[in-house]
């Protein structure tokens, strides 16, 4: 197993933990697809390029033929003879139906991350095949722009198989299209080649990066939580019970259990610690704001990978994760839960969001967390601010939430606003440009000290950060 796809390992471990067979669980990998060759249209054959240079071969006497005519009988003969060649090679060709093609994936496709793609070619005829394959695969999942899929070639024996691979590394998450296979499959002579197409078409998922999420997942964390924990509990700043002890000199007259010291005739305290199984919710903005690329990615995909690292960090540490991504209606909303079947849904459910070009309605997203969540928790809300003047929606969406919920916003910090606003202007072009781009970093300055303002946190992070900041 190659490293890149050690995160997916441990998401599938954790998908799995409940029993491997629990309802609903799907593999992270896409599934192997299957299917015998059709012909690709009415007449599939054509000359192969070794056949195209022996027929323009032949040619090249026909100025000595005006000088010698008995030379053209040859010259017809051998015209002739490569005809004849081309079409017994097309005819000893098998039949499409002959050729079996699967499509399958090393594992989990991930954004950002390589993994391989494997074509294996059963040939059923008895006639060994040089086989030229092209996948129709989208533009996300390439890593030119060419406009047609990658293509590979293998040698089919007769009545045997073979394999051909690529890798593939992810640039858009999100649902994909895959497409069939074109083939183009030739015997040894290499005169005539035949046409071929299998259906193969399916949709893949493109999950957020793993990574974050696998780090939330292990034991450093873990340890770091058990620290926070203790010190938690030292400082008395919990208020869950976890045991009775002795009163000691220096412990506080109303952490004494009463009842449990007129019980047993000594002075007992209570110790407390951090609660758990609280609520968390990460909230994720998919309007037309986080389609701004930061890089290789956009601000949603780095916001899906923070989204799916605090889900991680919230179920290690015991507490419930919940989601709710929103445009200009609900994308996904899943209600707060616990245990690593939890995770896996709020991974399906951050491969199916995408970006719309609509403004987000966070005033219903604001209405719709009410209504889900009565008690107080933590939402974790990843959003981008608009360019206008205008206060921001978000703002008071945040000031309704924040009476009854703990609430943190993150919102992704532009390199290049932050390098304009920050550069030495030349000319006067460069320094309108510096004045806007003051102008615009102030107003976000603004905008995070008015989130403040009603009680919630606010952070302004680096898009590749933010899943670890967070």
Not at 32 to 46: D, E, Q, S
Not at 273 to 279: K, L, T, W
Not at 296 to 307: G, K, M, P, T, V
Not at 369 to 376: E, F, N, P, T, Y
Request: contains cysteine.
């Amino acid at each position: 197993m190659s490293a890149g796809s050690r995160p997916a390992e441990v998401m599938d471990a954790a998908g799995g933990s409940a029993g491997g067979a629990a309802a609903g669980y799907v593999p992270l990998a896409p599934a192997a697809v299957g299917a015998a060759a059709a012909p690709a249209r009415r007449f599939a054959y054509a000359l192969a390029p070794r056949a195209l240079v022996w027929i323009a071969a032949g040619f090249a006497p026909w100025l000595l033929a005006l000088l010698w005519p008995r030379l053209l009988y040859a010259v017809m003969a051998w015209e002739a003879t490569v005809v004849a060649a081309c079409l017994l090679d097309a005819w000893r060709l098998p039949p499409p139906a002959a050729l079996r093609v699967e499509r399958n994936w090393e594992a989990a496709l991930q954004l950002g991350a390589a993994t391989r793609l494997r074509w294996r070619v059963a040939n059923a005829a008895p006639l060994a095949l040089s086989v030229r394959l092209e996948d129709s695969l989208p533009a996300s999942l390439r890593a030119d722009e060419r406009p047609s899929g990658p293509a590979g070639a293998l040698w089919a024996p007769g009545g045997g198989s073979a394999v051909t691979e690529i890798a593939v590394t992810p640039r858009d998450r999100g649902p994909a299209r895959l497409g069939d296979v074109v083939l183009r499959y030739r015997s040894g002579w290499g005169l005539a080649e035949r046409w071929a197409r299998a259906p193969l078409g399916t949709m893949v998922r493109v999950y957020p990066d793993l990574t974050a999420a696998s780090v939330a997942l292990g034991l450093p964390l873990r340890a770091r939580q058990m620290q926070a924990l203790r010190r938690a509990r030292q400082t008395g700043r919990g208020r869950e019970f976890e045991s009775l002890r002795p009163y000691r000199e220096g412990d506080e007259w109303r952490d004494v259990c009463w009842p449990a010291t007129a019980r047993l005739g000594r002075t007992v305290v209570k110790l407390r610690e951090a609660e758990r199984s609280q609520a968390v919710w990460v909230v994720l903005d998919c309007g037309r704001l986080m389609r701004t690329r930061a890089g290789a990615q956009s601000q949603l995909d780095a916001a899906a990978n923070a989204a799916l690292a605090v889900a991680a960090a919230a179920v290690q540490s015991g507490d419930r994760a919940g989601l709710l991504a929103y445009g200009r209606g609900l994308q996904a909303r899943l209600a707060p839960a616990s245990g690593p079947l939890a995770l896996r849904g709020a991974l399906d459910a951050l491969a199916g969001v995408v970006p719309e070009d609509a403004e987000a309605d966070h005033a219903g997203a604001a209405a719709a967390l009410l209504v889900a969540q009565g008690r107080r928790a933590l939402i974790v809300w990843l959003t981008e601010f608009p360019e206008s003047g205008q206060l921001p929606a978000v703002v008071e969406a945040a000031a309704h939430l924040a009476t009854r919920h703990l609430m943190l916003f993150a919102v992704p910090r532009s390199a290049a606003l932050a390098a304009a606003a920050t550069a030495v202007p030349a000319t006067t072009h460069a320094m309108y440009q510096a004045a806007a781009a003051l102008e615009l970093a102030e107003r976000r300055q603004e905008t995070l000290r008015r989130l403040r303002a009603v009680g919630a946190q606010a952070l302004e992070l680096a898009p590749g950060a933010m899943a670890a900041e967070l």
